[in-house]
C-alpha cells in the first residue's frame, strides 16, 4: 500500500446465516441521512433509514435489527424518547445495541441525557472510521470474535473526506447537485427558525436548530458555515444569524 493510501477493513458485518446484519437508522435531515446510510451500506450493512424518532420505534417493533442508530434531536419523536420506548416495549430488542447519533457529544448536559437510554454515542457527523468503529463496538456486544477481529486488524484510516468524494463520484453531477441544494435549504430553513427562537427567547430550541446545522455543514465540510454557527452560538444576535445564513448562500453557489 503506497503513502497515503485509506484502508477500509471490511470484517463479516454478517449474520449466522451469512445474511447481512441490518441497522435501523432515524435521521431527520435528508442530506445527512443519505450520507450516513451510504457509509452503512459500503460497510456492508443492509439500513431501513426513517425520518423521525415514532418511525424507528414502529420499524422496531416489525422488523429484528443488529444495530439501532438514532439522531438525539428529531421532530415527532426524538431518539431518547424513541430509545427509552424501544427498551421498555419491545423485548426482543433487550439485547440490541442503540446507538446514539450528536452533534453535542461534549456537552455535559447532552451526555446526561442519553446515559440511560443507549449503549453508546457516535459523534455527528461521524466520518466513515468513527462509524465504523462505533459499529464494530457495537457487533462486538453480540459477537466476541467480531471484536477480536478488529483489534487484531489494527486501527481504520478512513477520513470523512474520502467518503464524500466517493459518495460524489458515485453519483451524477446533477443528483449531487440536488442533495446539495437540499442541505443548503435544510441549513436555510433551520437558520431562520434559529431567527425566531431568539427573538421569542426560547434558548431550547435556538439549541436544537443550532444542533441540526452543525451536523448537515459538517457532513458536507461546510467548514464556514461551522465557524459563523460556533459564532450565533457565542454571540447570539441577529447579525450573527444573518451571517450565518449569508454563509450558507455562498457554500451552495462555491
Same mark, same amino acid.
Not at 443492509?46 to 424518532?53: F, H, M, T
Not at 483489534?151 to 463520484?169: I, K, W, Y
Given at each position: 500500500? +503506497?503513502?497515503?493510501? +485509506? =484502508?477500509?477493513?471490511? %470484517? %463479516?458485518? =454478517?449474520?449466522?446465516?451469512?445474511?447481512?446484519?441490518?441497522?435501523?437508522?432515524?435521521?431527520?435531515?435528508?442530506?445527512?441521512?443519505?450520507?450516513?446510510?451510504?457509509?452503512?451500506?459500503?460497510?456492508?450493512?443492509?439500513?431501513?433509514?426513517? /425520518?423521525?424518532?415514532?418511525?424507528?420505534?414502529?420499524?422496531?417493533?416489525?422488523?429484528?435489527?443488529?444495530?439501532?442508530?438514532?439522531?438525539?434531536?428529531?421532530?415527532?419523536?426524538?431518539?431518547?424518547?424513541?430509545?427509552?420506548?424501544?427498551?421498555?416495549?419491545?423485548?426482543?430488542?433487550?439485547? +440490541?445495541?442503540?446507538?446514539?447519533?450528536?452533534?453535542?457529544?461534549?456537552?455535559?448536559? /447532552?451526555?446526561?441525557? &442519553?446515559?440511560? #437510554?443507549?449503549?453508546?454515542?457516535?459523534? =455527528?457527523?461521524?466520518?466513515?472510521? *468513527? @462509524?465504523?468503529?462505533?459499529?464494530?463496538?457495537?457487533?462486538?456486544?453480540?459477537?466476541?470474535?467480531?471484536?477480536?477481529?478488529?483489534?487484531?486488524?489494527?486501527?481504520?484510516?478512513?477520513?470523512?473526506?474520502?467518503?464524500?468524494?466517493?459518495?460524489?463520484? #458515485?453519483?451524477?453531477?446533477?443528483? &449531487?447537485?440536488?442533495?446539495?441544494?437540499?442541505?443548503?435549504?435544510?441549513?436555510?430553513? $433551520?437558520?431562520?427558525?434559529?431567527?425566531? !427562537?431568539?427573538? !421569542?427567547?426560547?434558548?431550547?430550541?435556538?439549541? =436544537?436548530? #443550532?444542533?441540526?446545522?452543525?451536523? @448537515? !455543514?459538517?457532513?458536507?465540510? #461546510?467548514? $464556514?458555515?461551522? !465557524?459563523? $454557527? *460556533?459564532?450565533?452560538?457565542?454571540?447570539?444576535?441577529?447579525?450573527?444569524?444573518?451571517?450565518? $445564513?449569508?454563509?450558507? /448562500?455562498? &457554500?451552495?453557489?462555491?
Amino acid at each position: 500500500m +503506497t503513502a497515503g493510501t +485509506t =484502508k477500509l477493513i471490511q %470484517p %463479516p458485518f =454478517k449474520r449466522a446465516d451469512g445474511s447481512p446484519r441490518r441497522v435501523l437508522y432515524a435521521e431527520d435531515q435528508t442530506s445527512s441521512r443519505i450520507v450516513t446510510t451510504a457509509m452503512l451500506k459500503k460497510m456492508g450493512f443492509l439500513v431501513d433509514a426513517v /425520518e423521525d424518532g415514532e418511525l424507528a420505534v414502529q420499524q422496531a417493533r416489525e422488523q429484528n435489527y443488529d444495530v439501532i442508530l438514532l439522531d438525539i434531536e428529531m421532530p415527532v419523536m426524538d431518539g431518547v424518547t424513541a430509545a427509552r420506548s424501544i427498551r421498555s416495549e419491545l423485548k426482543h430488542c433487550d439485547d +440490541t445495541p442503540i446507538l446514539a447519533l450528536s452533534a453535542f457529544l461534549a456537552d455535559s448536559t /447532552e451526555v446526561t441525557i &442519553w446515559r440511560d #437510554a443507549f449503549d453508546n454515542a457516535v459523534p =455527528k457527523p461521524a466520518n466513515s472510521n *468513527e @462509524l465504523f468503529k462505533a459499529m464494530t463496538k457495537a457487533m462486538g456486544m453480540k459477537d466476541r470474535n467480531l471484536q477480536q477481529l478488529v483489534a487484531n486488524e489494527g486501527p481504520t484510516h478512513v477520513t470523512a473526506n474520502s467518503l464524500l468524494g466517493a459518495l460524489r463520484r #458515485a453519483v451524477t453531477a446533477g443528483s &449531487w447537485r440536488r442533495l446539495q441544494i437540499t442541505a443548503a435549504n435544510e441549513m436555510r430553513q $433551520l437558520g431562520l427558525v434559529m431567527g425566531a !427562537a431568539h427573538e !421569542a427567547g426560547d434558548i431550547e430550541i435556538y439549541r =436544537k436548530c #443550532a444542533h441540526s446545522i452543525k451536523g @448537515l !455543514a459538517s457532513n458536507f465540510e #461546510a467548514t $464556514l458555515v461551522v !465557524a459563523k $454557527l *460556533e459564532q450565533c452560538r457565542a454571540d447570539v444576535t441577529q447579525a450573527s444569524l444573518e451571517a450565518l $445564513l449569508l454563509e450558507i /448562500e455562498n &457554500w451552495l453557489i462555491s
